[in-house]
């Protein structure tokens, strides 16, 4: 094996995994790379912006392979998205793996990690203990359901998985169902008290990732992992976010708690049992009141306490509180009673804490609120749920400031992260301070940084961090036009007018088809498929007609087709080739005016003197639109045309921002010039 200090460098390294992967290097790649390698060495955090097609896997992949096997240590990786983590485990990771071992002397090793929750409890199928009391009878009766069907299904896989990982289930099965065979960390007893705990798959997973070089995971687990008071992730200092624009969304999300009158009711069932009855009662009382309280309440924004609210919470407080002290600290128990007070505890818990938060969050003036409070129903709909009360922070800035960049090395990368021309606007919702160093492209000068170890913390509690944009290997202004319609009416909010479906379905008609329409809403997507559909020679798809993957796979496999959908297709379709050649947008991206957390963070920007619309609004809409837009290309060989069907692109005074975020298309606001390329185009693809 190769002494640890001579390793081969990060150059030769990258260059030895491209070889053997049958890549080609590219510039941005290679600059990529050696900035990790540079941020890896000093300790300073970094943020890269590599378009599609830079091959930005294996360029932050190598420097922390040799990191981690250099110091004996563990790398985190972590994504957004399921599909990115299947591609690194099961395709990037094995390849560079093997590809690595001789110049490493040793083969790199590599685990994926998930939350507890997704995988099988063996104690929990092997006791039977359902999620709620009142589902006991399913384990006696297999057949009554659908859902005993499915859970008969998982004591079956039980017996044949080797990993007990829920994605692993295909198909899958239902959140109800998984829950009756799954726990979360705090429901779990423990490896040392659980009868079964050897046998764990969790427990499992996570001592593979204790001893694996690189360890791939999610930015919800990573956000745990901040969150919590334990420690969730192995060891490490070192921390690669991939998929980065996402990071502040799915850490809201992770930290977002809710309360609903029938979680009261599971909550004391669950303890009706090991408390006096009457201390339960209390608590069940407590739940049926706020049940009364939030029907009356009209769903949205609480931008302060409703009086009866401000009876019903504390009841819900109090009486969750008196069921902890009844229930006291662990204590020395048979198994059974131990799982079932663990159970109790963690969802009163939850219940309380939840309804103390609440309470706070209307404690401080609107420029200091730490919180935002809404009542959601979705009673109407398909799959109708009681009201319910939920609670999200304004801003994860300090927690990821405090958590995540002080303390480990930090990379962060996506194609999406310079909006309006700038680190600076993402740098701000993660808790990074405005970069003392502009961001800097690839073909200009490199990043400044050569020391080669990492240097002594600075007086103050100033973060270093690094913005890099390395490009993209695409020529966006010779292979893509961005078309705005600049003389359409600004839209309004009684759907599709006629201006816009003409113009609509004649990009259409030029384009031949292959065309990928990303709409603000899928009432506005089901409009437009229900009008073109009557205009049009040629097949319209629609989201929700199937499943999203079925029909991504149809357009993609179907050169004339068209795909119209919403916000899951603006980041979640990769469809190469002479399928797709018309990216069309029906309107700028903003938030609802009623969504209640980024209203909320307008009304405290706006509180503290700022501009709220640009500061979060503009900027939510700038990060979808460089994602919808990137959908046009993902190979080299990729040509088309993005549409914007909304004039405020170009007329409006925050269009300069917006046009800022996006890739560097060919612009024009000619409806002609734009059809004549989609002809074009059209008549040069392949029959």
């Known amino acids: 094996m190769a002494e640890r200090s001579e390793l081969p460098s990060v150059r030769e390294l990258l260059t030895h995994a491209v070889e053997a992967v049958g890549g080609t290097e590219r510039e941005g790649q290679i600059n990529m790379a050696e900035a990790v390698a540079r941020a890896v060495r000093t300790g300073e955090h970094l943020a890269v912006q ?4 830079t091959g930005k896997s294996l360029a932050y992949l190598v420097p922390a392979i040799r990191y981690a096997v250099q110091k004996e240590a563990t790398v985190v990786v972590s994504t957004a998205t399921i599909a990115l983590q299947r591609q690194l485990v099961d395709r990037d990771l094995p390849r560079l793996a093997k590809s690595l071992k001789k110049p490493l002397g040793r083969e790199p090793t590599f685990a994926i990690l998930k939350g507890r929750r997704n995988y099988l409890c063996l104690h929990k199928l092997d006791t039977g203990a359902a999620d709620e009391p009142e589902d006991e009878g399913l384990f006696d009766a297999f057949d009554v359901s659908k859902m005993g069907k499915e859970v008969k ?69 990573l956000a745990i992992d901040a969150l919590q008071g334990y420690q969730v992730l192995p060891e490490h200092d070192l921390v690669i976010i991939d998929e980065a624009h996402e990071l502040v969304d799915r850490v809201t999300s992770v930290a977002t708690g809710e309360l609903t009158s029938a979680m009261i009711s599971a909550a004391s069932r669950r303890c009706g ?37 401000a009876g019903a919470l504390p009841a819900v407080r109090d009486a969750a509180h008196a069921c902890l002290t009844a229930l006291g600290s662990d204590r020395k128990e048979e198994v059974e009673e131990a799982t079932q007070r663990k159970l109790a505890r963690s969802l009163l818990e939850e219940v309380h804490d939840t309804a103390v938060r609440l309470l706070e969050a209307f404690e401080e003036d609107q ?24 609670v999200a922070p304004l801003a994860v800035a300090g927690l990821l400031r405090e958590r995540v960049f002080g303390a480990n090395t930090t990379v962060l990368t996506s194609a999406t992260l310079t909006l309006g021309g700038t680190f600076d606007t993402l740098a701000r919702q993660w808790g990074l301070p405005p970069s003392a160093k ?49 003389h359409l009416p600004p839209p309004g909010r009684d759907g599709l007018g006629e201006p816009m479906l003409t113009e609509l379905t004649e990009l259409i008609d030029a384009a031949g088809g292959r065309t990928l329409g990303l709409f603000s809403s899928m009432r506005a997507a089901k409009q437009a498929t229900e009008e073109l559909r009557g205009r049009i020679d040629h097949p319209i798809l629609c989201q929700g007609e199937d499943s999203t993957s079925l029909l991504v796979r149809k357009f993609a496999e179907d050169e004339h087709t068209c795909l119209f959908g919403t916000l899951s297709l603006w980041q979640g379709v990769d469809v190469p080739g002479p399928s797709l050649q018309l990216v069309v947008v029906d309107r700028l991206p903003f938030p609802r005016p009623d969504d209640p957390v980024s209203s909320a963070r307008q009304r405290a ?5 700022g501009n709220g619309f ?30 914007v069907l909304d004039s405020r692109l170009a007329t409006a005074r925050y269009g300069g921002f917006l046009r800022a975020s996006l890739p560097p298309f060919w612009p024009t606001t000619d409806r002609q010039v734009a059809r004549d390329a989609l002809r074009r185009l059209n008549a040069a693809a392949p029959t």
Request: glycine share 10%; proline share 6%.
């Open 50 to 53: 590599a378009g599609t097609g």
């Open 153 to 221: 299904r998982l004591y079956e896989w039980s017996s044949e998985t080797e990993t007990g990982d829920r994605d692993e289930l295909v198909p899958g099965v239902s959140e109800r169902a998984w829950r009756q065979v799954s726990v979360t960390a705090k429901e779990c007893l423990g490896a040392a008290r659980c009868p079964i705990g050897t046998d764990c798959f969790a427990e499992q997973a996570r001592a593979e990732a204790g001893r694996a070089d690189v360890v791939v995971t999610n930015h919800a687990l």
């Open 614 to 643: 640009l500061t979060v609004a503009a900027t939510h809409a700038a990060l979808l639109l460089a994602q919808g837009t990137g959908r046009l290309h993902r190979t080299m060989t990729d040509r088309g045309v993005v549409a």
């Open 367 to 390: 420029a200091n609120q730490r919180d935002v409070v809404w009542l959601s129903s979705d009673q109407f709909s398909a799959n109708p749920r009681p009201p319910t009360l939920r």
């Open 438 to 486: 502009q961001a800097e492209r690839a073909e200009g000068e490199k990043t400044p940084g050569t020391a080669t170890e990492k240097t002594p913390p600075a007086d103050g509690d100033v973060i270093e961090w690094t913005g890099l944009d390395v490009g993209s290997p695409f020529d966006y202004r010779r292979n893509g036009i961005l078309y705005v319609a600049k």
């Open 273 to 309: 049992k090991l408390i006096d009855a009457s201390v339960a009662d209390r608590l069940l009382e407590s739940g049926d009141g706020l049940a009364l309280v939030l029907d009356d309440l009209s769903p949205g924004r609480m931008d302060s306490l409703p009086q009866p609210l």
């Open 605 to 609: 920007v706006e509180a503290r003197g």
